[in-house]
């Protein structure tokens, strides 16, 4: 076995670096000249902005620049979906400018840009601004945003409605809900989520007049994106006129996707001043800044015949867009959660409508699964009602509606066609890890002690997505490195060692000598970038056909270097060799061999290729996550004491990473299911959980190990066999977490609980089913 | 501006700072060790731990001017000249106990004083309890606290108690 090859727990490339402070973050660059910007933020949910008198920042020591909205001529921040309405018309796209102009629709809404010699004058001028706000009414809880005579975020959506989208077969749906055996209905709230990746946005601008062309260092989970939006929808100047460099990536989550007025601000100051301008985000304006994910409420039906077989499902999703329509925005709970619906299990028909819900809130946008831990979170909870109305045993119940392995390919109701899935084999294998046959003496025991034991599970089916193709490039380096170029990004997933491994695997060259370029647009021409868990098998596919390639340029050398013909010259482990005899050459040392000889004017071709990969099918990770809670009834506290996942994400290149991407979903999950808890206060729209002091993040001591079970079932739709795992641990975990807790609660009388479950919300139910 | 002198993983440093600047800010800005990180601005997060004087801080609750005259270790300062780990770095790659590395320095700062602070010995509760002042969004800590707890016995010059996968 080689010390990098695949289905190995290799010890991460990236972490020697990042253990030892030589990480580069954004922040972390400072360039000569540079300049520090400050955002000044609307105080106010809505606001009409009277007037801005920057005279006395404009003259206070240090300041170059104070910029209003006034001063951008350009264009706005553009959202690149465009849902149809149920009625044929299209949503609606609220102006997004970088600085607002003559009013504010949410809190920490960008109202001027600061730039300074330094970070603190620019923050003293930045206070010195004066804006005349007009304050108006506001609206940010999705609960009453629909209803009557509340404020109206934008004159154009009358009701608040930003789009009333709907899929799915609504005739045969409704028939088969009319000779339903039995229907269960459950209202829903998936809780807003602050994404808060541990390192903020960040971006440092600089601008050559002499090309024209500006370089923009961000974190991003791509840069590709940033490059067609800033050069197309919002300077007008091209894409080619920029360059976007990502250096290591703090986290995203999905957050560091998207264009964000920030970028666009620091590109304008940029230009417009000749120097470096860099502006990095502090946490309470990452609270206010960043996109928040989740927010929905969504009412859900579940149709069954009289053998508790699952017919039909409905359902009414409400969604919350925040303000104006990030990049990605109506696309989350509309094609990517609906598209979900069906899970893993046999639906004859499924009907959704979307309802997309403006408020005065900052934007919303994916987060680490973007609209499938929704879907997956309402389908759990009704199968769990389901079972209990119906007192058929809850682990039975999915089992008797899960697809098998010989319906494969199959066809969902709302289009998805899964290539592979062992549900049952897998979910019995949870059954059996998490100790589930002997609950219920665990539940005793607990309430000898006074505490409530419960017991959840949930069964999760993803669906990954992402651009439709990506590239790689392979370049024996002078220094005798192999670079492989790639078109997706890093924001923590160990990309680097998982395509060493695939490059070893393939070239047989040792991992050492392989290194891994990404995040640079001008050196990487294009790339889909990291999101929906798609990058291991788009760029894996990518790196696999540009290995191919480099071997048969090899082979095509090989020939002329030992005098064979090409079909003689076999590769095998990093060796070129005629077939049958001992004679053969190394790859490095013809790729070496082949670049002098080119270097020296003869016509030698070297190795080098890039190639294209489309991704013509996404992948269908699917596992059952079962958590084990005890509850303190007289304080509402829940404590997690268990935790398992079975998982079936295809073929593991690196089960380490898999598992660490698997742990720190479900933290997310644990997370949204029980902490994390956005508020705004009703009257002044202030975001009152605007801190680390407020909202809940977990820490280490709110978590019990969390044990990873990984069964392959190879994806069949590509050659490397392998499901995207980075988004599936949150997926997952908040229906398993939430069913638990109902679990314990059930003897008091509790049947419902939204997300999160605080103690507070924990307390109350007990006291009102008492 | 008052001067400040100090010294920094071994090496002795003297910069004239405004009276507020945090210490955080004279590490990272004036001296340019990027590898102590901001992750919040309110104490909560713990990426901007670094020793002073022996002991765990975060440097961006601690102004730069009550550093002076202090001994400060940073993450850069961990690990030896020929670029051998220090065990608790060692032990965090060996559990995969980083993804983003943005809280890592932080996290291993405190990892190190918490070892340090419990030569008696140290079970998983106190090391999620000792971790309380560090956050990840990445780990779900799982990995952290495996890393800690190998790393513990090789600080004490022993031989980890449990084996990586």
């Known amino acids: 076995m080689t010390k990098f090859g695949i289905a190995q727990s290799v010890r991460r490339v990236e972490d020697p670096r990042l253990l030892k402070g030589h990480g580069t973050y954004t922040d972390d660059i400072t360039l000569p000249g540079m300049l520090y910007g400050v955002v000044l933020r609307s105080p106010h949910a809505a606001a009409n902005i009277l007037a801005i008198d920057t005279s006395a920042a404009a003259a206070t020591p240090g300041v170059l620049a104070v910029l209003t909205g006034a001063d951008l001529d350009i264009g706005p921040l553009p959202c690149i979906v465009s849902l149809t309405n149920r009625d044929g018309s299209k949503q609606y796209t609220p102006p997004y400018p970088a600085l607002a102009g003559d009013a504010v629709h949410h809190v920490g809404a960008p109202v001027a840009f600061v730039v300074a010699e330094t970070v603190q004058a620019a923050r003293d001028a930045a206070e010195a601004i004066i804006v005349d706000y007009d304050i108006l009414p506001s609206v940010t809880d999705l609960a009453t945003a629909l209803d009557p005579d509340v404020p109206q975020v934008w004159d154009a959506a009358p009701g608040n409605i930003c789009f009333d989208w709907q899929t799915g077969q609504q005739e045969q749906t409704d028939a088969l809900f009319a000779q339903a055996a039995h229907v269960t209905r459950l209202t829903v709230v998936n809780n807003r989520i602050v994404v808060a990746s541990m390192e903020a946005r960040a971006a440092l601008a600089e601008y050559d007049a002499a090309t024209q062309r500006w370089t923009l260092r961000t974190n991003t989970q791509g840069g590709w994106l940033l490059k067609d939006l800033l050069g197309k929808a919002v300077f007008g100047t091209g894409p080619e006129s920029f360059r976007i460099i990502t250096p290591d990536v703090g986290g995203g989550f999905g957050m560091k996707l998207f264009l964000y007025p920030e970028q666009v601000l620091t590109c304008f100051a940029a230009r417009r001043l000749g120097r470096p301008v860099k502006w990095t985000s502090d946490r309470s304006e990452a609270f206010l800044a960043d996109t928040h994910g989740r927010d929905n409420i969504t009412l859900g039906e579940l149709a069954l015949d009289a053998d508790g077989k699952f017919l039909a499902l409905r359902s009414r999703n409400v969604a919350n867009m925040g303000s104006a329509l990030s990049n990605f925005a109506p696309f989350i709970p509309t094609m990517a959660g609906s598209g979900v619906l069906a899970s893993v299990y046999g639906f004859q028909a499924i009907y959704a409508n979307v309802i997309g819900v403006f408020t005065n809130t900052v934007p919303v946008d994916a987060y680490r699964g973007a609209g499938r831990p929704e879907a997956n979170y309402l389908v759990e909870r009704l199968i769990d009602r389901a079972a209990r109305e119906l007192n058929i045993d809850r682990a039975e119940l999915r089992r008797r509606n899960m697809v098998g392995p010989e319906a494969m390919p199959h066809t969902t109701p709302t289009g998805k066609v899964y290539d592979s899935g062992e549900f049952r084999l897998v979910f019995d294998a949870a059954l059996k890890t998490a100790g589930w046959a002997g609950f219920e003496g665990r539940r005793a025991e607990a309430a000898a002690r006074g505490r409530r034991r419960g017991i959840g599970l949930a069964y999760y089916l993803e669906a990954t997505g992402g651009g439709p193709t990506e590239r790689a490039e392979i370049r024996f380096a002078e220094d005798g490195f192999v670079d492989v170029y790639v078109g997706t990004q890093s924001t923590g997933q160990g990309h680097e060692t998982a395509y060493v491994q695939l490059t070893v695997d393939r070239l047989g060259v040792p991992g050492e000598r392989v290194r891994i370029r990404q995040g640079d647009t001008d050196t990487i021409p294009e790339g889909g970038g990291t999101g929906g868990a798609r990058s291991l098998y788009s760029e894996g596919q990518a790196i696999l056909a540009t290995a191919a390639t480099v071997i048969e340029n090899g082979r095509r050398a090989a020939s002329e270097a030992l005098e064979a013909a090409p079909v003689d010259i076999v590769f095998e482990a990093g060796r070129f060799a005629i077939a049958g005899t001992d004679r053969g050459i190394g790859i490095l040392e013809l790729a070496a061999t082949q670049r002098a000889r080119a270097a020296a004017g003869e016509a030698a071709a070297t190795l080098d290729a890039a190639e294209v990969a489309e991704i013509k099918s996404h992948t269908f990770p699917n596992g059952c996550h079962i958590a084990e809670v005890e509850v303190d009834p007289e304080t509402g506290q829940v404590a997690l004491l268990r935790y398992s996942v079975t998982d079936d994400v295809g073929k593991a290149v690196n089960p380490m990473i898999v598992r660490g991407q698997v742990h720190g979903g479900v933290a997310q999950g644990f997370g949204q299911a029980v902490l994390e808890r956005t508020v705004f206060d009703p009257v002044s729209g202030q975001l009152l959980s605007g801190s680390f002091m407020d909202y809940a993040l977990p820490r280490a001591d709110d978590l019990p190990d969390i044990e990873v079970e990984l069964i392959e079932v190879p994806c069949a739709t590509n050659p490397l066999g392998v499901k995207g795992a980075g988004e599936a641990g949150a997926v997952g975990s908040p229906p398993a977490l939430i069913n638990a807790i109902l679990d314990a609660l059930a003897p008091l009388g509790v049947a419902h609980i939204d997300m999160p479950a605080t103690p507070e919300r924990v307390w109350t139910a007990v006291r009102a089913a008492a | ?165």
């Not at chain 2, 690990?79 to 965090?92: I, K, N, R, S, V």
């Not at chain 2, 140290?122 to 000792?130: C, D, S």
């Open chain 2, 1 to 165: 501006m008052p001067q400040v002198s100090l010294t920094v993983n071994g090496k002795h440093a003297t910069v004239e700072v405004e009276a507020r600047t945090l210490l955080v800010e004279l590490l990272r800005g004036n001296l340019g060790l990027t590898g102590t990180h901001v992750g919040c601005d309110t104490s909560q997060c713990g990426a901007c731990v670094v020793h002073v004087d022996g002991q765990s801080v975060k440097s961006c609750t601690m102004l730069a001017v009550q550093a002076d005259g202090a001994s400060v270790t940073t993450i850069e300062g961990l690990a030896a000249a020929d670029g051998t780990l220090h065990p608790m770095q060692a032990m965090f790659r060996e559990f995969h106990a980083l993804q983003c590395g943005f809280c890592t320095p932080g996290m291993v700062m405190s990892a190190i004083d918490l070892v340090r602070s419990h030569p008696e010995g140290l079970t998983e509760a106190q090391i999620r309890h000792g971790l309380e002042g560090n956050l990840c969004r990445c780990t779900g800590y799982h990995n952290i606290v495996k890393a800690i707890a190998a790393a513990w016995p090789l600080m004490q010059d022993r031989q980890p108690a449990i084996a990586a996968e």
